[in-house]
């Protein structure tokens, strides 16, 4: 596994250099700040109404089998939402201006059963320096189950993952909340690259958003309605919560259309900026609702490149990045629909499984 205390990128290009000239052009032509401002907040506040909403009636609402479904499958999706809308911006340092609120806003992740201490180091820092680079970006390491990039080793079982992954997707928050988390903290280590355990008040509010989100979860349900009916209906919660958050994720990187790097040496072949956009792959750039659920997330290439910019800019940015990778000869790439880059994804599924020829 590379060391990530030594791998680096090539030095920064004009090609960088250019992007963050035009992006700085719009924020000062536009008069407008970089963090969400007004837009991000009624985003916020409808996709958080959506999740209480759904909580409450499913909760208080007495409702019957069918209904009980379906509001199980909405708090799911809504719980995603606030994880694309909320807590992704906040945990980026995106959402306010001032450092403490957006303190304030990036403990949404502990509140819907993540580890904001965690998310940081394995998003911010693995993820989005060394993107799609084997051994340091977490994100495509996982485990014997999935081979997501070429240089992964091969199972025999792996000739399948295209079926069976979309069942792995649905129950990944259980091992996120119940494992990955806990094991993280104590090892000091995430796909084992290290990383400063928290200590202190990080500690504290790790255990105490963890005491949260298992009571709102799982005690005050079961308190108010001890029946076996219960598991199904988490289950049906946590499945929408799953399959969303896990395919969202994928759709930018884990397709045949990003490139894949498998460090020779200490240093890459590119300069970061470069690096970022020949891995990610936007889609449904044309779509107002999938940037609305997904917290912009459909325009990966921009949020990999200025991530500490909010969402709520995306949309205008994203043409002034595609010309500049246009001028500079850098290939960037984008799905249509989302549908799209499903099938895509699938595609590259099926493709890593299948054995070497």
């Not at 963050?20 to 109404?49: H, N, P, Q």
Request: glycine share 10%.
């Amino acid at each position: 596994m590379p060391d990530i205390a030594r791998v680096t990128f090539q030095p920064a290009s004009p090609f960088h250099a250019d992007l963050k000239a035009r992006v700085d052009g719009y924020f000062a032509s536009t008069g407008r700040s970089s963090r969400g401002g007004w837009r991000l907040a009624v985003e916020s506040a409808a996709v958080i109404g959506w999740f209480l909403v759904s909580y409450l009636l499913l909760l208080l609402g007495h409702p019957n089998a069918w209904q009980a479904a379906a509001l199980a499958v909405s708090l799911g999706l809504a719980w995603a939402g606030i994880g694309f809308v909320v807590m992704h911006d906040a945990n980026h340092g995106s959402s306010a201006r001032r450092a403490g609120w957006n303190r304030i806003f990036a403990f949404s992740a502990d509140l819907i059963g993540g580890a904001g201490v965690v998310w940081r180091q394995k998003h911010n820092v693995l993820h989005h320096t060394y993107t799609n680079v084997l051994g340091l970006d977490s994100d495509i390491e996982s485990g014997t189950l999935l081979r997501l990039a070429p240089g992964q080793p091969r199972r025999r079982g792996h000739r399948f993952q295209h079926l069976y992954a979309w069942a792995l997707y649905l129950v990944f928050p259980l091992r996120w909340f119940l494992i990955d988390d806990f094991r993280d903290v104590l090892t000091g280590r995430i796909g084992g690259q290290p990383f400063q355990r928290p200590r202190g008040g990080a500690l504290v509010a790790f255990l105490f958003g963890k005491v949260l989100f298992f009571g709102w979860a799982v005690i005050l349900p079961l308190v108010l309605h001890p029946t076996p009916w219960f598991i199904p209906i988490a289950l049906l919660t946590i499945g929408a919560l799953g399959v969303t958050l896990a395919t969202v994720f994928q759709l930018a990187h884990a397709v045949g259309e990003a490139d894949f790097v498998e460090p020779a040496g200490e240093r890459l072949a590119t300069d970061w900026a470069t690096h970022q956009v020949t891995t990610t792959v936007d889609f449904a750039r044309g779509s107002r609702l999938a940037a609305w659920y997904l917290g912009g997330l459909n325009f990966q290439v921009v949020h990999h490149l200025f991530p500490k910019v909010s969402h709520v800019h995306y949309r205008a940015l994203a043409p002034l990045v595609e010309q500049a990778c246009r001028d500079h000869g850098v290939r960037y790439r984008s799905w249509p629909t989302v549908t799209a880059a499903l099938v895509a994804h699938f595609r590259w599924l099926a493709l890593m499984g299948q054995p070497a020829t």
